[in-house]
């Protein structure tokens, strides 16, 4: 998770896309979800959550929580963080 104020497309407004000028890639809008659980605070997450579900239902993430949050933690995106306090982090979506 790497936004910033010039990945957003806005129009009339609102914001319309995200785009990410430095890489892209094909996947789960549930992988991003997972990521957002560990850069968000709670009241950032129910605005995303709300503005999110005014386009689309959000993704199940009870099934994927775990095997992604493990894929993250392998990946490094927040640094070297012991594996059990990882994994615990607060359920936000």
């Known amino acids: ?3 910033d104020p010039t990945q957003f497309l806005m129009s009339k407004g609102h914001i319309t896309a995200v785009v990410d000028t430095e ?3 094909l ?3 549930a992988l991003d979800f997972i990521a ?3 850069v968000l605070a709670s009241a ?3 605005a995303v959550a709300i503005g999110y579900e ?3 239902p959000l993704p199940s993430l009870e099934e ?3 095997p992604y949050r493990y894929l993250y933690r392998v990946m490094d995106i927040q640094g070297d963080v ?3 306090q990882w994994l615990a982090q607060p359920v936000l979506f």
């Open 1 to 3: 998770v790497d936004m």
């Open 23 to 25: 890489a892209y890639v």
């Open 27 to 29: 996947g789960p809008s």
């Open 36 to 38: 957002l659980e560990y």
């Open 44 to 46: 950032l997450a129910d």
């Open 54 to 56: 005014r386009c689309l």
């Open 64 to 66: 994927l929580r775990d």
């Open 82 to 84: 012991p594996l059990e």
